[in-house]
């Protein structure tokens, strides 16, 4: 097996609401990435984990809290967001260098996104 | 970070083979040279990398060059379903865990 699975697919929610984004591998990866991706621009790195710690924050706003309760999931807990929020979020994964927990010379996968809409 | 660059847009033929170039003049000893598309409406695919040799697999080739400043992404035989824009990456010990995409170039493929 070697997909990301995200879900949902699709999700429209509102400025005040509090909703969750999940992504699943089970490729024994070790090293799990969200990113986002506004139309016509690269993905853009928020977080990464590596062995289930927070390795890597790329400044993200708290209104984005990311979450690995094990090797296999990845959650990004959403709240209080905006409307320049909306944007197609990605999950990856990929294998890590054992001693250093570094990602480096190896595939990552990438799921197909969850397409979020803040209204 | 270390840095690519890589033209904004391409157009080719199909059936007939595309090079894309990147250059990173940057690049350090441990990094490796990674290549990834997105097809539109579609998750990042990895298509190939490499550290210092030339690397072949069924989808691409690799030519990286001695200096490694510079690499070229070779599809063979371009079809209409190879359109889309293709990021060069580099990941190493510099970069930690990141995979860090640039602005890539988009390929089209006229029929």
């Known amino acids: 097996d070697t997909e990301v699975t995200q879900t949902p697919k699709h999700l429209v929610m509102g400025m005040t609401n509090k909703k969750s984004l999940k992504c699943e591998q089970h490729m024994g990866h070790r090293a799990m990435y969200w990113y986002k991706q506004k139309a016509k621009k690269p993905p853009e790195l928020m977080f990464v984990y590596s062995y289930e710690k927070l390795s890597i924050n790329e400044s993200v706003p708290s209104r984005f809290s990311p979450e690995c309760p094990n090797s296999s999931l990845l959650n990004l807990h959403l709240h209080a967001l905006q409307p320049e929020d909306s944007a197609l979020y990605l999950c990856?994964?990929?294998?890590?260098?054992?001693?250093?927990?570094?990602?480096?010379?190896?595939?990552?996968?990438f799921g197909q996104g969850t397409r979020l809409t803040v209204v | 970070d270390a840095k690519t660059t890589q033209p904004n847009s391409m157009e080719s033929n199909e059936e007939e083979p595309v090079h894309l170039p990147c250059n990173h003049s940057t690049i350090s000893g441990t990094d490796y040279i990674h290549w990834y598309r997105q097809l539109p409406s579609q998750g990042p695919e990895y298509v190939i990398h490499?550290?210092?040799s030339n690397v072949n697999n069924r989808m691409a080739s690799l030519a990286i060059a001695e200096d490694r400043k510079s690499s070229t992404l070779i599809l063979h035989r371009a079809t209409l379903r190879d359109a889309a824009v293709y990021y060069c990456i580099l990941t190493g010990y510099s970069s930690a865990s990141k995979i860090i995409f640039g602005s890539g170039t988009r390929l089209s493929i006229r029929p």
């Open positions: 490499g550290l210092t």
């Open positions: 990856a994964s990929s294998q890590v260098e054992g001693a250093t927990g570094i990602t480096r010379g190896t595939e990552a996968f």
